[in-house]
């Protein structure tokens, strides 16, 4: 009975962990700046990729993942100067953009580096409770998800660079002329969230199968995180992943994981419908009143 | 992309061969339209496949084409895309006139096609090994087949490990079909299907499918998950410590797993198949070599591009012995009964009834390392099934897909 219990407890953790760390790129790129961003899976391709070249060039795998991070970082820098910038007052050519990026990065990836990449095993062994095993990297997994949700909230809400970054997203002119470096503050925040989806692919590239498109596979998750998370990343990103998180494990291990997709989708139409501003929303609401 | 496409494909055209040949060059070519995914999801399995016609061509065209004629090879790139897929077999077939179509990766993209093909009345190829059933004159399938495949499979399944079987399929038509023959093979065996989990399409976390598989206890997995995003079930389920035995008709010699996971995550995985790149005899040894020094950077030469391969040889023979490329000349070739090649697994025929081929089936085990042992080998197997259901292509054409739950009428 105590490996039945934990074993929704477990469940319950690795469905959250995989919506937070898909979701917490995407929380500041499109929460918070308000870019469409279809090429959120390629960046976290660019991590899983990244990591698995330096793993099998020698490096030990956390420093493999720390190269991925801060690959996909750069290259969020890079394409935030070269093709981004222009379209922060134009959301909808942000995401024809975007997609086009997308398009470019899994088809040169699989043009250079063909259709398929090495993999790494997953570290760690298992561990047994009751009748079950479970892989021990999961719950590294859970707990780099909380990790993150931690260096988030702190980096935007604690620090002078959090404060500079709010400001800017909400009113740019304003930030301006008070002083702050609106650009640098762009970019950065934009390196970081493209970073934190590459920090998602180096943690799950253990995990999985490396192929030029794997990118897709985050990518519903992490949108339908994010709209139901709403406009304030910090607010948001967690009770929306928590929740969605209990939905499709129970209903994943109640009628199989055909259902849990579908019930996700739907639990997000009504939470959509009942909460237009997203939980993010609704807390600041209760909090207002 | 479509411009592009056709630019990549026009540039790998590999006419150079023939040159030698002072009959191959005075003759008009022999056009081959092919369809292979060469970009977009399916580019791993297409990749191969292409290059398995191309070495074929490159071959034939080096000893003196086809009755003399050179092989031109026009390949288009759908690229995955179903329309594209209907719109380039016409392409190919109005306008550029080929004398055969070869390609095709999915059963959709084959039943995209098919249509096409019978209102032309062309002749067509199919590659893969698929859920099989279909039976029309106009499509012969050189790859393996359920009763080539499954029923040599799951009986030795049951065998060798028990009773208890727990299938995980992907959740399209040929996850479900595969798990119905699965089934179909199980229940006279008296073995008992403990639990069954269709996943969808793109689903890359298992760890709830895991438990699950732990809490009903199976002997055996029947393994029918497709796609890159759901061969991650490996990996995560040796991180769990799984550790039971699996069996699968569409893994290893078709999407190479054990060359894309780091050892232990395939170990126990055991496949049928008539084509795999461990095969060592002359014949197969032959055939790895031409082609890696072709292609030197074929990470694996697959079961897909082995019929590809295959399947322009097969061409040869039928056109050769019918002294023409049309379609009631090759089908009569084929009606003889023996229209068959020998082929790098041994020698294989077309079966009449069904125009489906004969396979030289092999059982094969992954061990923890990852090297691939053969256990078993089930001699040439004929695709009987159509047959035995009542399709037979000598005296009418219906062309149908039949399934076990869709069989023609009697009568």
Known sequence: MSGDLFSYIYQFADVFAFLVLSAAGLAIIFGMMGIINMAHGEFIMCGVYVTSATYHMGLPLVLAQACGTAAAGLVGVVLEYLVIRPLYARPLDSLLVTLGVSLIATQGTLVILGSTFPGIGTPLGSFDVGAYTFSTYRMVLFAAAIGVLGFVYV?????????????????????????????????????????????????YAPTMNLI?????????????????????????????????????????????????????????????????????????????? | MKRRSLIAGAATLPLVAFVRDRTARAATP????????????????????????????????AAGGIMGRPIQLMHLDPQGDNARYQEFARRLLQREKVDVLIGGITSASREAIRPIVDRADAFYIYTNQYEGGVCDANMVSVGAVPEQQIATLVPYMVEKFGKRVYTVAADYNFGHLSAEWGRSVLKPLGAEVVGEEFIPLGVSQF??????????????LYMLNVGAAQNSFFEQAAAAKLNLPMGSPIKIMLGFEHKLFPPPALANMYATANWFEELDTPEADAFKKRWHAKFPNETYINDMGYNAYVAVYMYKMLAERAKSTKKEELRKVIATGNAGIDAPEGHITIDPKSQHTSHRMRLLRVDEHHAVHVVKDFGVIEPYWLGQVGCDLTKSDPKEQYTPDHLPKKG
């Open chain 2, 30 to 61: 022999l056009k081959i339209g092919l369809l292979e995914d060469v970009s977009g999801d399916l580019a791993i399995f297409g990749i191969p496949k292409l290059h398995g016609s191309q070495l074929a061509v490159e071959e034939i065209n």
């Open chain 1, 155 to 203: 980096l935007f809400m604690r620090t002078g660079f959090g404060v500079q970054a709010r400001a800017t997203m909400q009113n740019a002119a304003m930030a301006r002329a008070l002083g702050v470096p609106t650009s640098r503050i762009y970019a950065l925040s934009f390196g970081i969230g493209a970073a934190l989806a590459g920090l998602c692919g180096a943690l």
């Open chain 2, 207 to 220: 760890a709830q499918t895991i438990q699950n598989i732990q809490k009903a206890r199976p002997d055996w």
């Open chain 1, 212 to 289: 030029p498109t794997m990118g897709a596979g985050f990518i519903v998750e992490a949108f339908v995180t994010v709209v139901v998370g709403g406009a304030s990343v910090l607010l948001g990103t967690a009770p929306a992943a928590a929740v969605l998180a209990i939905i499709r494990s129970g209903l994943n291990a109640w009628y199989g994981q055909v259902i849990g997709q579908i019930g996700l989708l739907i639990a997000v139409i009504l939470i959509v419908r009942v909460l237009p501003s997203g939980f993010s929303g609704w807390l600041a609401r209760r909090s207002a009143s």
